[in-house]
């Protein structure tokens, strides 16, 4: 962190615990609305877990995204981005990449996909069907659907996925050296230019007429790939398994499929998707947050998957409550400059998914129904290895 303020007393070690699970760890309460705490790197930060106050960090300009793009601020992730992608940067230079990326996603672009993505479920449920029972729900229906989504979508051939996927989980892992990230940034952004090349196509709504394949082109592929990739398939796991560890609620969406685009709302509310907060923020002035007075260079970590626990804004939070409603405060796309531009495509896969399963698999269950789930070490998400199921 670069404030020259003393280290609070006693900072607790952040992120809580050496198992993530979906289930959210009890000491995001007992530290109060904010907290200090420290990183395995021994940077320290301000953990903000109330609701308003996560608002208020996501959407207060103030609370910097690049300057924390440093490697001696608190953060998870040890990667620095380059200086050209879009999760590294402030207003204006953030609003000028994400008017360029934004169109991809667009509502009726995103609504066209319907179909395509519908069709893509059913397939991979038909395959499922074909090869039999048990199955590993995540290597053979959701990280395939996702993939194939946000390849469609980008134009990746399907002899480069795998390539592709396999870089973004090196740049995802939280141990990586710096060595290893630049390696996998690197062979990355070739692989992307190599793909630029191959699909110019793809690429015109991202590019000025006057561009050649520019950085910013480039970071903006990487992080739609990686992401679109990575987020639906951990979200995806993890709220099959929440819905199948209590059967009644698979049962609900059985019984009620009109209710599953407002239970995907309490799914995004419930689930944890991150091993920690959000993407820090270094505070560029002196700001009161609640009871702390954050000073100007200190590091903030908003805990969105905490602030949609908050029990002054959710009644029984930490309880999955299938008909809250269509219309939940949740964070879980961030609040403000950054709200996730593929929102809406996260949704509409989301919603297709479970239609899917619902409709094909109504007997869909854990094949064991004591299995809490195997989950992955060492990422800066809560990802499930494998989540085997039956049907019959």
């Known amino acids: 962190m670069t404030s020259d303020v003393a280290t609070p007393v006693c900072p607790r070690a952040y992120p809580f615990g050496q198992t993530h699970t979906v289930d959210l760890e009890p000491d995001y309460r007992e530290g109060g609305p904010v907290s200090a705490v420290v990183l395995p790197s021994g940077a320290w930060g301000w953990l903000v877990t109330d609701h308003t106050l996560v608002r208020q960090v996501l959407a207060d300009p103030r609370f910097s995204r690049e300057q924390a793009n440093q490697p001696q601020v608190a953060r998870l992730s040890t990667e620095i981005l380059p200086a050209a992608a879009i999760l590294a940067n402030d207003a204006p230079r953030h609003t000028v990449l994400r008017r360029r990326i934004a169109p991809m996603f667009a509502p009726a672009r995103v609504a066209a996909m319907a ?3 519908t069709d893509l479920a059913h397939r991979l449920v038909d395959g499922l069907i074909e ?40 740049l995802t892992a939280r141990e990586a050296t710096p060595q290893s990230l630049a390696r996998a940034r690197g062979e990355c952004e070739e692989l992307v230019r190599g793909l630029a090349a191959r699909s110019p196509q793809v690429l015109v709504s991202l590019m000025r007429a006057e561009d050649d394949i520019d950085d910013e082109v480039v970071n903006l592929l990487i992080a739609c790939l990686i992401g679109g990739r990575g987020s639906p398939t951990v979200f995806l ?33 419930f689930v944890p998707v991150g091993v920690g907060g959000g993407f820090t923020r270094v505070a560029t002035e002196d700001i009161g947050l609640g009871p702390v007075l954050v000073r100007a260079g200190d590091a903030v970590i908003p805990a969105m998957h905490a ?39 996260a949704r509409l896969q989301a919603q297709i998914a479970l239609r899917t399963l619902t409709t094909r698999m109504p007997e869909l269950r854990l094949a064991d129904p004591a299995d809490r789930g195997r989950w992955r070490v060492g990422r800066v998400v809560r990802s499930l290895e494998g989540l085997d199921v039956a049907w019959t």
């Not at 560890?245 to 995004?268: F, N």
């Not at 879980?332 to 593929?342: L, M, N, P, Q």
């Open 131 to 170: 090869r039999g029972q048990p199955a590993d729900m995540v290597s053979d229906f959701i990280e395939p659907f996702a993939a194939a989504v946000v390849c469609e979508m980008f134009g990746v051939p399907a002899d480069l996925r795998e390539r592709v996927f396999t870089l973004g989980d090196a």
């Open 307 to 345: 602030a949609g626990r908050d029990p002054q804004v959710f009644d029984d939070p930490d309880t999955l409550v299938l008909d809250r409603g269509p219309k939940l405060a949740h964070l879980a796309f961030g609040h403000g400059a950054h709200y996730c531009v593929g929102a809406g495509l």
């Open 237 to 269: 796991s993890s709220a099959l398994f929440t819905l199948l560890r209590e059967p009644r609620h698979y049962r609900q969406l059985v019984e009620a499929p009109a209710s599953i685009e407002a239970v995907v709302e309490e799914l995004l509310r």
């Open 115 to 117: 179909p395509a993505i």
